[in-house]
Each structure stands twice: as C-alpha cells, then as structure tokens.
C-alpha cells in the first residue's frame, strides 16, 4: 500500500486525500453544512442545479458560499434519472439520446458560468450517479460528453473503495454515499483510503432534512476529525484535486 503513495506522490506529503461533496443545493446546506465547514476552514463542493423562471435569484445565496473558497459544479439542469425510480423521473434516462444530455448540461454550465463568472474550472455530478442513456442494445455512456466540458466528474464508487490517484478516471470518479452514515462510519473510510495512498470523495445530501439525510453530529464528527489531521489528509474540492493528479500524471 505504501508503494501506490510513492507511485503517486501526494503534495506536502500528506498521506492521501478526502472531498466533500453536496449535491442538490438544499436549504440545510446553505443553513448547517457550509457554515460548518466554515467554522473548520475546509472547503468542499456544492453540485447545484439552476433549472426554473427564478434560478438567478436561487443561486443568489451560494455567490457567499463560492467567495469563501467552496467550489460550485454542474448537477445538470434536469436531474434526469431513470425512469425506474417511478413516474417523478419519467420519460428518464432510458427515453433520452445523447443530444439531450448534452443540451441540458450545457444550459446548466452557461446558467452556473453567469452566476458564477470567477470560477473558470468545473466539475459535473452525475444526478442519481447514472451515466446512461438509452436501453438494452441502445444503451450508451454519456460519459464521454461530460468529458468534454468538465475537468472531472463524480459517480458512485464500488463498495468502500475509493480512488486510485494514478489511474482512476477522472470524468467517473467513485464516491461513497454518506446518507445515514454515522461520524465513526466516515473516519473509518477515510483511514482506510488514506492507508492506501488513495483519494476518497463523500457526496452528501440533506443535513437533518430530506430522504437522503446526514446528521448535523455526524457531519461536524467527520469535519472534526479531518480538521485534527489535516497535516497528513488532504481535504480539499474536487476540482483542486482532479487538477492536481492529472497534473501529477503528466510526470509519471
């Protein structure tokens, strides 16, 4: 294991790397998450989705948040899914061509850009981490498309592995689920990941709020321990990450 960081070498030697990802932009992040990450001056990254007449006025409140050094990516303007989560997400995913995927992270990066217009280097969150169009012989990866536009881009991970800094692919990043995880949980995915030199990515949805909630005590137990390590984890958004390996790779 300590081969992959010698590989791979980390900056200012720390032992591996953690980001903190939200997605959706609910209330409870604006209200619980970002100022906690603030009180332990980390910096995590905000997938927003700037869809509806009054999506300049919505992304008002996260221009503070983006100042304070979070980053903000793209969650698409859609949200499209598939349709089997039930009728909310029709016609889905296996009803849309790649045209479509493109037309609608494209609206959302231009929307995101005017909002944002300091931040130069994006990321994308895939929505429901599904990276699909189409069915059975029709079915194809848009992957390559988010290629395209964005530096990088997160999924979902397999089981609790996390990223291989020398060859995981930049534009499927793994991530693990943290709704419902306790503090102890995420510590323990994050030793490990860092015993192994690799880079592990939380997405995170409600905090106390929604289907897919966190905990406030869990959140600040995570938060508390990467601010007591942050002289051997590295904590930081994805984008500052994903520029770094594929920086660092370049070299290899």
């Given at each position: 294991?300590?081969?992959?960081?010698?590989?791979?070498?980390?900056?200012?030697?720390y032992e591996g790397a953690i980001s903190l990802t939200f997605d959706d932009g609910m209330p409870s992040q604006l209200t619980i998450a970002a100022p906690l990450?603030?009180?332990?001056?980390?910096?995590?990254?905000?997938?927003?989705?700037?869809?509806?007449?009054?999506?300049?006025?919505?992304?008002?409140?996260?221009?503070?948040?983006?100042?304070?050094?979070?980053?903000?990516?793209?969650?698409?303007?859609?949200?499209?899914?598939?349709?089997?989560?039930?009728?909310?997400?029709?016609?889905?995913?296996?009803?849309?061509?790649?045209?479509?995927?493109?037309?609608?992270?494209?609206?959302?990066?231009?929307?995101?850009?005017?909002?944002?217009?300091?931040?130069?280097?994006?990321?994308?969150?895939y929505p429901c981490y599904q990276s699909f169009v189409g069915r059975g012989k029709g079915r194809q990866s848009y992957v390559p498309i988010v290629a395209n536009y964005f530096v990088a881009a997160r999924g979902l991970g397999e089981?609790?592995?996390?990223?291989?800094?020398?060859?995981?692919?930049?534009?499927?990043?793994?991530?693990?689920?943290?709704?419902?995880?306790?503090?102890?949980?995420?510590?323990?995915?994050?030793?490990?990941?860092?015993?192994?030199?690799?880079?592990?990515?939380?997405?995170?949805?409600?905090?106390?709020?929604?289907?897919?909630?966190?905990?406030?005590?869990?959140?600040?137990?995570?938060?508390?321990?990467?601010?007591?390590?942050?002289?051997?984890?590295?904590?930081?958004?994805?984008?500052?990450?994903?520029?770094?390996?594929?920086?660092?790779?370049?070299?290899?």
């Open positions: 294991m300590r081969g992959e960081r010698k590989l791979f070498p980390w900056p200012k030697d990450l603030n009180d332990y001056k980390l910096c995590g990254t905000f997938y927003l989705i700037p869809r509806g007449n009054d999506w300049i006025d919505r992304l008002a409140p996260w221009q503070k948040v983006a100042k304070y050094g979070h980053e903000i990516g793209n969650h698409s303007l859609s949200h499209m899914c598939s349709s089997n989560f039930g009728e909310l997400f029709f016609p889905g995913l296996e009803n849309a061509s790649l045209k479509d995927i493109e037309s609608d992270i494209v609206e959302s990066q231009q929307r995101l850009q005017k909002a944002f217009p300091s931040q130069k280097k994006w990321t994308f969150a089981g609790v592995a996390a990223n291989l800094p020398s060859v995981c692919d930049l534009h499927f990043l793994w991530s693990w689920p943290a709704q419902r995880m306790s503090g102890a949980e995420m510590i323990g995915l994050v030793e490990q990941a860092v015993s192994q030199g690799r880079w592990g990515i939380f997405t995170f949805h409600g905090i106390n709020e929604g289907h897919l909630p966190t905990s406030e005590f869990d959140l600040k137990e995570i938060l508390s321990f990467l601010d007591r390590n942050r002289d051997r984890i590295w904590t930081a958004p994805v984008i500052q990450i994903a520029q770094y390996i594929s920086k660092r790779r370049t070299y290899l």
